[in-house]
């Protein structure tokens, strides 16, 4: 596949109007919110940074470079291992419910792609793929040829985009509010990429205690907007 289709399929994988519903989960800040813990444009830099630097540069993004290498290299053993590894290291019935979730709608919408039937790994691989988004969002880029740090950043931009809009709506924010939180995460975005890339398998995990309450609260919150 040339670059340019591979870059417009990376589009399509991260564009808001994927219909996996990534709007209705708020990760935890929803309660966060709600606690005040979130309350204004700073507090919001502040905990999407702090996710950002203590749970996807140790966890998300290591272990979706070593999924995108084992569907690069045709390495069931290891994808499955690192599919089970993210689902394994989400701390919370919902986030896990979340990932679940997220990645079964993934599977069905790569299932109805015009080539799925040339797409074996979606058969064979189904037991891990069933098991996190990360492991569909790491097969399908590599199937379409994405370059790997690309994917990276693609699905880093996607994250953002997604909790500032969950923001946006619960704090509430306006829109440029919300995108002047963008652009300044967009900034440390370059560097903890190429971080995560040099992280070894030892090193891998992540705890976000401020994320783990909240979102373990969130699941019996009285009253709620998100799934998560």
């Known amino acids: 596949m040339n670059s340019e289709l591979s870059q417009l399929r990376l589009f399509q994988l991260i564009s808001p109007s994927l219909p996996i519903g990534s709007f209705t989960y708020s990760q935890g800040m929803e309660w966060a919110i709600e606690a005040q813990w979130i309350k204004d444009v700073n507090s919001l830099s502040d905990w999407v940074e702090s996710v950002l630097l203590d749970s996807l540069l140790w966890l998300e993004f290591p272990i979706l470079k070593r999924l995108f290498i084992a569907s690069v290299e045709n390495n069931s053993e290891d994808f499955m291992y690192w599919s089970h590894y993210l689902f394994a290291s989400r701390e919370t019935t919902e986030l896990r419910q979340e990932e679940l979730n997220r990645a079964r709608a993934l599977l069905m919408v790569l299932n109805k792609m015009p080539d799925s039937n040339s797409w074996p790994e979606l058969v064979t691989w189904r037991g891990a793929l069933l098991k996190s988004q990360a492991s569909n969002f790491a097969l399908a880029a590599a199937y379409w040829g994405v370059d790997q ?11 953002l985009e997604n909790i500032v809009t969950v923001a946006i709506k619960l704090i509430p924010l306006g829109q440029s509010d919300g995108q002047s939180v963008m652009y300044k995460i967009a900034e440390l975005l370059p560097e903890i990429i190429r971080q995560s890339e040099t992280i070894v398998d030892d090193d891998i995990g992540a705890s976000t205690t401020a994320l783990a309450i909240s979102s373990s609260l969130h699941e019996t919150q009285y009253t709620r907007l998100f799934r998560s």
């Open 149 to 159: 740090k690309q994917m990276l950043m693609g699905y880093a931009w996607s994250w």
